[in-house]
């Protein structure tokens, strides 16, 4: 028998994505049906790597009938798990609050019969070590939280921000410098020029407003309504913002205020959390016990929009 060598190119026109093009080498006599692209899909659409998708290069046996075709099929179906993982990535980048939230104040969710859900949310932000460490044990437990950011710490740290979208978090908007008092201009401000540095340095467009201090008559919430953005407040503050709380308090504190639909306030910047590092898996090892399900602020407004919608029915 004689065996050829011919390599094949295909060139799959990607729509969205950078024009790429996939080429597949086909060896004559050398077909292994293992052996073929996988086609599962990419686990986290913000890694979403064109490159590693479509590795390892495909051996071929052209004389075997049908294998062509599989080929084509198993472009298809990737071209397929792109689109829809593009979709994906442009939802969870780019969100806006659900009708029913736009432009509100929000403590927790109202869910009726629900599985029980819960938010941690991560304030002041991006930082040095502590964002990495809170984001190590977030992975380790398979955890998806809310990170608050403010506009000057993610000048800083643009690198460690990047990682949190990376890894599938969402994000908020915690104002440029953290002020407690302000006049209407500088609230405008404040806002602002951390939605345009959050959106230059990941791509994200959070409606999720969280106003430094929890305060709602300085400004800044009131332009955050205007704009539509929810503001979000919590249901369990773990008091983790005073460093004279200890490790085993700051656990009690979210862990008495624990209900489905709460959201828990920690800080992963700012200071030195080492605190709010210790206590975290302790944390989400007794949620986990209690049989909660750890979701983003952004699920967690869409669980409850879509509760509304079913009662309105
Ligand atoms: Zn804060």
Known sequence: MTLLTIDVTIRVSLSGVQKTCLALVAAAGSFVAGALMPVDPPSEPATLNLTNLLKPAVKLDLEFPGVKAIAIQRVEQWKNLITQGEAQERKRRIFSSPASFQGKIVHQAELVGHEKVIALTFDDGPWINTTEKVLKILNQYQVKATFFWIGKHLKLYPNIAKKVVAQGHAI????????????????????????TLIHQVTGVKTSLFRPPGGVLNNGLSAYAQQQKYTVMMWSADSKDWNTATSTSTMIDNVL????SGGIVLLHDGGGNRWQTVEALPVIIAEFKNRGYKFVTVPELLQMEENQIKLQAK
């Open 172 to 195: 908020g908007n915690h104002t440029w410098h953290h002020p407690y008092s302000l006049n209407p201009s500088e609230a405008t401000k404040e806002i602002e020029e951390t939605a």
């Open 256 to 259: 008495r205020n624990a209900r």
